[in-house]
T-cell receptor, first 114, second 115 residues
Framework: DADVTQTPRNRITKTGKRIMLECSQTKGHDRMYWYRQDPGLGLRLIYYSFDVKDINKGEISDGYSVSRQAQAKFSLSLESAIPNQTALYFC?????????????FGPGTRLTVL | AQSVTQLGSHVSVSEGALVLLRCNYS??????LFWYVQYPNQGLQLLLK??????LVKGINGFEAEFKKSETSFHLTKPSAHMSDAAEYFC?????????????FGKGTLLTVNP
């Protein structure tokens, strides 16, 4: 059974549409993260959350918003999608307390914005 | 601030040959270092991690990495490549200070294994 799941796995949408990507985890971890992956750029942090009341912007949060509905659920929204948000999106989790921040990744959502 | 540089965006080796993927880091405090692997159409899987214990770290699938503070490096090696090792590899750093939530990734190295 997957510990970190993401839905949908693939999504094609049009410019201007609102899109929500969902992440669920059964690992019992407190920390959750959203990254995007672009070819040749590695992974970049969009948002992160230490618990349901603690949400923080990462390095590329413009154009995105998040919601931490419960310890196990962390959703990423694109309010008005644009083509340069076409990317592979990953959710990750890590436990607290843990000094070295090992993160566990979901399978990813491939988003295409036309 | 912390950063990671992976030298070589694409490395190609023959099956049975040595695999060497290079990673150099920058961190103002003692780092924690990770190698992740991404197989096609999959998420990232942890290969190994350095957390300030032994400097030579052994991971899954026969990979290992050596932390060299003087060279600020954490290169990944495997003595004999297998076809199944073809994937993209990411080096990442987090720090032991107050901002240890942040995992900074390199841009990745795509490993191709030729028969």
């Amino acid at each position: 059974d997957a510990d970190v799941t993401q839905t949908p796995r693939n999504r094609i949408t049009k410019t201007g549409k609102r899109i929500m990507l969902e992440c669920s985890q059964t690992k019992g971890h407190d920390r959750m993260y959203w990254y995007r992956q672009d070819p040749g750029l590695g992974l970049r942090l969009i948002y992160y959350s230490f618990d349901v009341k603690d949400i923080n912007k990462g390095e590329i949060s413009d154009g995105y918003s998040v919601s931490r509905q419960a310890q196990a659920k962390f959703s990423l929204s694109l309010e008005s999608a644009i083509p340069n948000q076409t990317a592979l999106y990953f959710c990750a989790t890590s436990p607290l307390p843990q000094g070295y921040n090992e993160q566990f990744f979901g399978p990813g959502t491939r988003l295409t914005v036309l | 601030a912390q950063s990671v540089t992976q030298l070589g965006s694409h490395v190609s080796v023959s099956e049975g040959a040595l695999v060497l993927l290079r990673c150099n880091y920058s961190s103002s405090v003692p780092p924690y270092l990770f190698w992740y692997v991404q197989y096609p159409n999959q998420g990232l899987q942890l290969l190994l991690k350095y957390t300030s214990a032994a400097t030579l770290v052994k991971g899954i699938n026969g990979f290992e990495a050596e932390f060299k503070k003087s060279e600020t490096s954490f290169h990944l090696t495997k003595p004999s490549a297998h076809m199944s090792d073809a994937a993209e590899y990411f080096c990442a750093v987090s720090n032991s200070g107050g901002s240890n939530y942040k995992l900074t990734f390199g841009k990745g190295t795509l490993l191709t294994v030729n028969p």
